[in-house]
């Protein structure tokens, strides 16, 4: 019902800022928890932070609390994930979820129903 695509991708510097995207094809985000995943080469998808669309309740992973911000932007119906202080580390496909808002944000990544494509973040020394 809701399909989910990235943007804001690419090849970056080791300290530079990206802004990531996440926006929805045939539904609105209202019902919904969203929230944005990475998955190094090789290695397991881990969510980054996620949003209560309906509350603006945030949640942040560890390795990435104080490093950016997830928002959304209810006018346009759009996620955002701002990036900050970017490190080679945080090269991965970076990748959009959703799932039904309930008392808790999901924090893993079978808890959540759909997801977009990936979007490519490179960091480069």
């Known amino acids: 019902q809701v399909q989910l695509i990235e943007s804001g991708g690419g090849l970056v510097q080791a300290g530079e800022s990206l802004r990531l995207s996440c926006a929805s094809s045939g539904g609105t985000f209202r019902a919904y928890t969203i929230g944005w995943f990475r998955q190094p080469p090789g290695q397991e998808r881990k969510l980054v932070a996620a949003?209560?669309?309906?509350?603006?309740?945030?949640y942040y992973g560890d390795s990435f609390e104080g490093r950016g911000t997830i928002s959304s932007d209810h006018a346009n119906n759009l996620v955002y994930l701002q990036m900050n202080s970017l490190k080679s580390d945080d090269t991965a496909v970076y990748l959009c979820a959703a799932m039904p808002a309930g008392f808790r944000i999901g924090r893993w990544h079978f808890e959540y129903d759909y997801w977009g494509q990936g979007t490519q973040v490179t960091v480069s020394a």
């Open positions: 949003i209560r669309w309906s509350t603006n309740e945030t």
